[in-house]
């Protein structure tokens, strides 16, 4: 593990220093960097070396370049490497445009240590990193059909996000709405778990209020949908924690 390089980007130095600390204790590599444009510069170089990071950590409210630009630049330049946001922006916009900009997870300020370790941890394992090996691979890919469509595959699924339509092998599947955001949402974190609060704010894009059983309703809905060809099994619960798609080995 400790070939698991972490970028850290927060200009408050404190908690730049805590949270080094920790991932240290951890096991994993941190590099600081105090402003967005030093955290360019520093995945820059690490790219052209050949040793790109293996997760970022990012604050938002930073000096130079800020953080929504870090993300979004990182993802147009086609990097893959899982970013985990630590902000004190805490509203539901906020966090559904980070991810939808690229952004892996997403968490308020304060936050707790574990937690963080946690989710880096549910980050890297997700990617196939484990006591530092490199990435197995079985994650979604983007594939680009001549039509020009956005299609996520996974497995024998096929998610076309321009045609709005899920196939299973050569099947079609009809989905809701609701359901095909769902999809979508899973498709796009692979082995990435999200709470019930977490489904409800990104695919119904609204505040979560009330726990009542919507997710989970749903949720059975699409594993019925899934049953006749045996790929009901991608979307497994994590007791106490929620729902995550495993990718298919």
Avoid at 19 to 48: F, N
Avoid at 146 to 156: A, C, K, P, S, Y
Avoid at 181 to 186: D, G, N, Q
Wanted: hydrophobic share 40%; charged share 25%.
């Amino acid at each position: 593990m400790d070939d698991t390089r972490i970028l850290v980007v927060e200009d408050d130095a404190d908690i730049n220093e805590v949270v080094c600390e920790r991932l240290g204790r951890d096991g994993y590599a941190c590099v600081s960097a105090y402003s967005g444009s030093e955290a360019r510069m520093a995945l820059e170089r690490a790219t052209d070396a050949g040793k790109p990071y293996d997760l970022v950590v990012t604050d938002l409210m930073l000096p130079g370049i800020s953080g929504d630009r870090l993300v979004a630049g990182l993802r147009e330049s086609g990097s893959g490497v899982p970013v985990v946001v630590i902000s004190a922006r805490g509203a539901v916009d906020d966090r559904i445009g980070l991810l939808r900009l690229g952004a892996d997870d997403y968490l308020v300020k304060p936050f707790d240590l574990d937690e963080l370790s946690a989710r880096i941890g549910a980050q890297l394992r997700g990617r196939g990193y484990a006591d530092g090996a490199e990435p197995a691979g079985g994650g979604a890919r983007a594939a680009a059909p001549d039509d020009g469509h956005t299609v996520l595959e996974i497995g024998r699924w096929r998610l076309d996000i321009d045609a709005h339509t899920f196939r299973i092998d050569d099947g079609p599947v009809s989905l809701t709405n609701i359901e095909f955001a769902i999809i979508e949402l899973l498709m796009n974190h692979p082995d990435t778990v999200f709470s019930k609060r977490q489904v409800y704010e990104l695919c119904w894009g609204e505040p979560y209020t009330v726990d009542d059983n919507t997710v989970t309703a749903h949720i059975s809905k699409i594993r019925a949908k899934l049953r006749a060809s045996g790929t009901d099994g991608y979307i497994r619960t994590v007791w106490g924690l929620g729902v995550k798609l495993t990718v298919p080995r």
